[in-house]
């Protein structure tokens, strides 16, 4: 975390609370190597969150696009 910690604006011990919070959510996953934990991606955890934002951003772009489709239809009917 040394390494990580000293790119971050952040102190070591709000690192810590980071990581500690994205390994329960399964996006990172960490490895004890003697004094050191090397953290990684979860492969896993990130392609269920890959899943979440798709879904996610498929639904509110056919939002977005049926609402402006929508305001089209009474636009144009204003202007005929």
Not at 3 to 15: F, H, N, Q, Y
Not at 49 to 76: G, I, Q
């Amino acid at each position: 975390m040394v390494d990580l910690a000293a790119g971050l604006p952040v102190s070591r011990p709000a690192v810590s609370q980071h990581l500690k919070i994205l390994k329960e959510a399964r996006l990172v996953r960490d490895e004890q190597h003697g004094t050191r934990r090397i953290y990684s991606l979860d492969p896993q955890g990130i392609e269920g969150l890959r899943d979440y934002l798709d879904r996610f951003w498929n639904t509110a772009l056919r939002s977005f696009k049926a609402r402006v489709e929508a305001e089209n239809k009474v636009s144009k009917r204003r202007t005929a």
